[in-house]
């Protein structure tokens, strides 16, 4: 889409939230997000078109509170956050009360976060000249290393090798894909900072779209401090192994964090393998790393990866796993899950969520997904819809999901306007006051995301790289769950089932009945 460039850029750029028509004629907004809300505006805008819920002043920005620096500050905001050290990412046109623990990309690359010298990103989706531009200015040419899924001989390869061309300092590393329909899906962030080595988990593709006006989530890990070795000592071991024997520590962040990589088999990331393998890392305890790797695992390496690695962690650490205790998903794409819920969502991914070390059953298994009112009344209205890639052709053949449904509900964390791409599981007390565990991951609910079984339960097959970090309660707060009020979870609870009058979002269908916030219907091509 493009807009007319003699006119004058306007000052506030991607953050501009005017909604007046006259403003969109006499200043231009270049960014995607923007372009999007131009257009609406100035073809369809009236005066209830555009209205907003909250209170609009002069500018059409919600009325703020205004807060110190200091206390917005990346560093202030990570701090104030610990020991959980999740995050919702920033989201244009709410509250600014609503931000006050949340980060943008940018905070996360601050200089105030440590002094970036080099860098790996691994993502899905990649606007490298955007991605560039997040680096302040004086880390903009630190080396970084760029994984990413497009295949060679293809479009996409064609296309993120063109943009990589104008980086001299970029390093693109291609994800094997060797199983077909399979995705390189995970969200992951390597800073390595002249003070130690940071690691972020995150749930955004790494376009402008992503980190304005969605749900999203965010991990970040202390920054680890090299390895001290002792030249005089006869057996010279590591910190990490010294302190890391403390306590319960069959999941080691590290070795999982090695073993991740290594499974890429990619010769571009061995730098980076023993690299980590320098820092101590065992300040992180209670986080536990969930990947999947494509391929078919077999022996001992089925409880490495997927469902399998989480059901073998929930069974080492989960408490709570009491049957009235339900599990709550919440994803924003769904798979083809079989035509009933028996074979893979309750026979295999189910039985792994509700592992726990006392066995205890759960066939209470609540999913949140958004609802077609819910990506409507969106601050992005209808093109929300585009990051949430629930099919016709796999919806029409599992129309059982439906009664599991509970609407996209946000009001506690100011986000039920925020369109949710992040993907979380967790199991919850019948009074909503509690958690056992909670896990904030990229894998959506799908087979290729988590695995299926094969040949008799004796191979998991998985299609996408994935990642996500496990919380557990009794090593991070030293009590059993955690409290549903201090903890960062992105929807409300108790959860709101679907009405005999919702439909989960399916973005290959028109919605033309009602427009959305901005004036717009919905037509695919």
């Given at each position: 889409?493009?807009?007319?460039?003699?006119?004058t850029?306007?000052?506030?750029?991607?953050q501009?939230y005017?909604?007046?028509?006259?403003?969109?004629?006499?200043?231009?907004?270049?960014?995607?997000?923007?372009?999007?809300?131009?257009?609406?505006?100035?073809?369809?805008?009236?005066?209830t078109?555009?209205?907003?819920?909250?209170?609009?002043?002069?500018s059409?920005?919600p009325?703020?509170t205004?807060?110190?620096?200091?206390?917005?500050?990346?560093?202030?905001?990570?701090?104030?956050?610990q020991?959980?050290?999740?995050?919702?990412?920033?989201?244009h046109?709410?509250?600014?009360?609503?931000?006050?623990?949340?980060?943008?990309?940018?905070?996360?690359?601050?200089?105030?976060?440590?002094?970036?010298?080099?860098?790996?990103?691994?993502?899905?989706?990649?606007?490298?000249?955007?991605l560039?531009?997040?680096?302040?200015?004086?880390?903009?040419?630190?080396?970084?290393?760029?994984?990413h899924?497009?295949?060679?001989?293809?479009?996409?390869?064609?296309?993120?090798?063109?943009?990589?061309?104008?980086?001299?300092?970029?390093?693109?590393?291609?994800?094997?894909?060797?199983?077909?329909?399979?995705?390189h899906?995970?969200?992951?962030?390597?800073?390595?900072?002249?003070?130690?080595?940071?690691?972020?988990v995150?749930?955004?593709?790494l376009?402008?779209?992503?980190?304005?006006?969605?749900?999203?989530?965010?991990?970040i890990?202390?920054?680890?401090?090299?390895?001290?070795?002792?030249?005089?000592?006869?057996?010279?071991?590591?910190?990490?192994?010294?302190?890391?024997?403390?306590?319960?520590?069959?999941f080691?962040?590290?070795?999982?964090?090695?073993?991740?990589?290594?499974?890429?088999?990619?010769?571009?990331?061995?730098?980076?393998?023993?690299?980590?393998?320098?820092?101590?890392?065992?300040?992180?305890?209670?986080?536990v790393?969930?990947?999947?790797?494509?391929?078919?695992?077999?022996?001992?390496?089925?409880?490495?990866?997927?469902?399998?690695?989480?059901?073998?962690?929930?069974?080492?650490?989960?408490?709570?796993?009491?049957?009235?205790?339900?599990?709550?998903?919440?994803?924003?794409?769904?798979?083809?899950?079989?035509?009933?819920?028996?074979?893979?969502?309750?026979?295999?991914?189910?039985?792994?969520?509700?592992?726990?070390?006392?066995?205890?059953?759960?066939?209470?298994?609540?999913?949140?997904?958004?609802?077609?009112?819910?990506?409507?009344r969106?601050?992005?209205?209808y093109?929300?819809?585009?990051?949430?890639?629930?099919?016709?052709?796999?919806?029409?053949?599992?129309h059982?999901?439906?009664?599991?449904?509970?609407?996209?509900?946000?009001?506690?964390?100011?986000?039920?306007?925020?369109?949710?791409?992040?993907?979380?599981?967790?199991?919850?007390?019948?009074?909503?006051?509690?958690?056992?565990?909670?896990?904030?991951s990229?894998?959506?609910?799908?087979?290729?995301?988590?695995?299926?079984?094969?040949?008799?339960?004796?191979?998991?097959?998985?299609?996408?790289?994935?990642?996500?970090v496990?919380?557990?309660?009794?090593?991070?707060?030293?009590?059993?769950?955690?409290?549903?009020?201090?903890f960062?979870?992105?929807?409300?609870?108790?959860?709101?089932?679907?009405?005999?009058?919702?439909?989960?979002?399916?973005?290959?269908?028109?919605?033309?009945?009602?427009p959305?916030?901005?004036?717009?219907?919905?037509?695919?091509?």
């Open positions: 889409m493009s807009f007319d460039c003699d006119k850029p306007c000052k506030y750029g991607a501009c005017r909604i007046n028509p006259e403003h969109f004629k006499q200043f231009s907004h270049s960014t995607p997000d923007c372009e999007i809300l131009t257009k609406a505006i100035i073809d369809k805008v009236g005066v078109a555009a209205k907003r819920k909250h209170e609009d002043d002069e059409g920005s009325k703020q205004k807060f110190n620096d200091e206390f917005t500050d990346p560093v202030s905001v990570y701090h104030r956050c020991p959980i050290s999740m995050f919702l990412s920033k989201v046109g709410i509250r600014d009360k609503c931000n006050l623990n949340s980060m943008s990309l940018s905070d996360i690359l601050s200089p105030l976060m440590g002094t970036i010298v080099e860098s790996a990103q691994f993502n899905y989706c990649i606007d490298v000249e955007w560039v531009n997040q680096y302040p200015a004086e880390f903009r040419r630190c080396p970084m290393t760029l994984i899924g497009a295949q060679r001989g293809s479009d996409q390869y064609a296309d993120i090798m063109s943009e990589v061309a104008n980086y001299s300092h970029i390093r693109p590393i291609s994800a094997r894909l060797e199983i077909p329909y399979g995705t899906h995970t969200k992951l962030i390597i800073l390595l900072y002249k003070e130690g080595l940071r690691v972020v995150h749930t955004c593709n376009v402008p779209g992503d980190w304005r006006q969605k749900t999203q989530g965010i991990w890990s202390p920054i680890f401090e090299k390895i001290v070795r002792d030249n005089n000592s006869c057996a010279n071991t590591d910190v990490n192994q010294t302190t890391s024997n403390i306590g319960d520590n069959k080691d962040f590290k070795t999982d964090l090695i073993g991740y990589l290594t499974a890429y088999r990619s010769h571009g990331l061995s730098t980076w393998i023993s690299r980590i393998n320098e820092y101590d890392m065992s300040s992180v305890r209670g986080f790393l969930i990947g999947s790797i494509p391929g078919r695992h077999t022996g001992s390496a089925i409880t490495k990866w997927g469902h399998c690695k989480l059901a073998d962690a929930l069974r080492h650490y989960a408490v709570q796993g009491r049957s009235d205790w339900p599990i709550i998903g919440q994803f924003s794409s769904i798979g083809s899950l079989g035509v009933d819920a028996n074979k893979w969502l309750r026979g295999e991914f189910l039985e792994s969520l509700r592992a726990s070390k006392y066995n205890e059953t759960c066939s209470n298994l609540q999913l949140i997904y958004p609802t077609v009112e819910n990506v409507r969106s601050l992005e209205g093109p929300a819809g585009g990051s949430l890639p629930y099919s016709s052709s796999v919806a029409n053949k599992q059982w999901l439906t009664t599991m449904l509970h609407v996209w509900s946000a009001d506690n964390s100011g986000r039920s306007v925020a369109s949710p791409h992040i993907k979380t599981y967790c199991r919850v007390s019948p009074d909503s006051k509690s958690l056992s565990w909670f896990i904030l990229s894998a959506n609910l799908s087979k290729a995301a988590w695995g299926v079984y094969e040949k008799n339960r004796s191979q998991l097959m998985i299609r996408n790289y994935e990642l996500g496990l919380f557990i309660p009794e090593l991070i707060l030293q009590t059993p769950v955690f409290d549903v009020s201090s960062p979870i992105p929807y409300d609870l108790p959860l709101t089932p679907y009405s005999s009058d919702d439909r989960p979002w399916i973005w290959d269908v028109i919605y033309d009945s009602l959305d916030r901005h004036g717009n219907d919905w037509v695919p091509r």
